[in-house]
């Protein structure tokens, strides 16, 4: 479910009105009158939400709507949830989206002042000039803003942070003693859409940004905020510039992220994880506690062992990509040998 401090749901609407925003017919025998109060994760859903699934329904969900993909033979389905089969799933969640949230981009600004009224802010904050702070945003003591940075309706920071100039944070809770170089970008809608012949739909991101304690976020990085779920970055990681990080990946604790280097959305990285400078992370990648890729390495989806070191593209375990590349070097030679006798 979206979290309440940064968006406004202007539901309950009953099961016919969101069924008409999809483009979505009623199962036989249903009553549109049912009202449905959220739209929430698959793993978060109860009886009164709606959510989604791309694949094969789950068993024990505990939803009370789930749009499916429709299908001339779907097996037979017990359990509380309706599904509703629709030709896209994505679009029909993005239409609903906006129907609940109708207000999802960017941070919205009405106020007339740089601190909100209702802004907490604790003793001994330092706020640098041209700060803006908006409603219901929380500021631990002892941090330190920089100049012409914005911190958005209902953002949490913690104790002891450094946050730099021009940095901006949004849909976000950062925990204690956090740092973050100037320039960054927390919090911004995930690059999510769906796709057909008339263009690509936008699809609303309801998510957050969850940075633990000691982070650090380098100069000119960007945190997507999660679709629906969260993006988290685990207690002591150490962020370099220039890196990307998408919606609802999950990155461990202690890692290391060298600069430029990219990471898909809904990536799962263990703790102490260390990738090389420009190196990517394919989505839905799933890599193990302490694994290390090389610099310009690219783990590909699927799941990746802690405990190795990696290299290449797709990356492999390190003694076989040196293999790999010492035999093409051998084979290049060869070749070059047999073409000037």
Known sequence: MADPRFYDNRGPFVLADVCARAAVLL???????????????????GPQHLTFCTAKVPAGLGAGYCFVTAAKERPPWEGPTLLLPC??????????????????GLARWTQDFDIHPDALIEENVRLAPGVTIGPRAEIGSGTRIGPNTTIGRGVAIGRDCE?????????????DGVLVLPGAQI??????????????????????????????????????RGSLGDT??????????????????????????VAQTGISGSCELGDFVVLGGQSGVAD??????????????????????????????????????????????????????????
């Not at 049912?34 to 978060?44: C, K, M, P, Q, V």
């Not at 970055?233 to 290391?256: F, M």
């Not at 699927?302 to 290299?311: E, L, S």
């Open 187 to 224: 919090g911004q809608p995930g690059f999510g859409f769906a796709g057909s012949a008339e263009g690509h739909a936008k699809i609303p991101q309801l998510g957050r940004v969850i940075v633990q304690d000691r982070v650090e976020i380098g100069a000119c990085t960007t945190i997507d």
């Open 27 to 45: 199962p036989e025998g249903i009553e549109g009158g049912s009202n449905i109060a959220d739209l929430a994760t698959l793993e978060g859903a």
């Open 163 to 175: 946050i730099g100039s021009h940095v901006g944070i949004a849909f976000a809770c950062l925990g």
């Open 87 to 104: 030709a896209s799933v994505q679009h029909a969640f993005a239409a609903v989206a906006g129907l609940f949230y109708p207000e999802h």
């Open 232 to 257: 988290v970055i685990g207690e002591g990681t150490k962020i370099d510039n220039l890196v990307q990080i998408g919606h609802n990946t999950k990155i461990g604790r202690h890692c290391v992220i």
């Open 284 to 341: 839905h990648a799933r890599i193990g506690d302490r694994a290390r890729l090389a610099a310009r390495g690219a783990f590909a989806p699927g799941d990746y062992a802690g405990d190795q070191d990696y290299g290449g593209v797709p990356a492999k375990p390190m003694n076989q990509w040196r293999r790999e590349v010492a035999a093409v070097a051998i084979l290049a030679r060869r070749r070059k040998k047999d073409r000037n006798e």
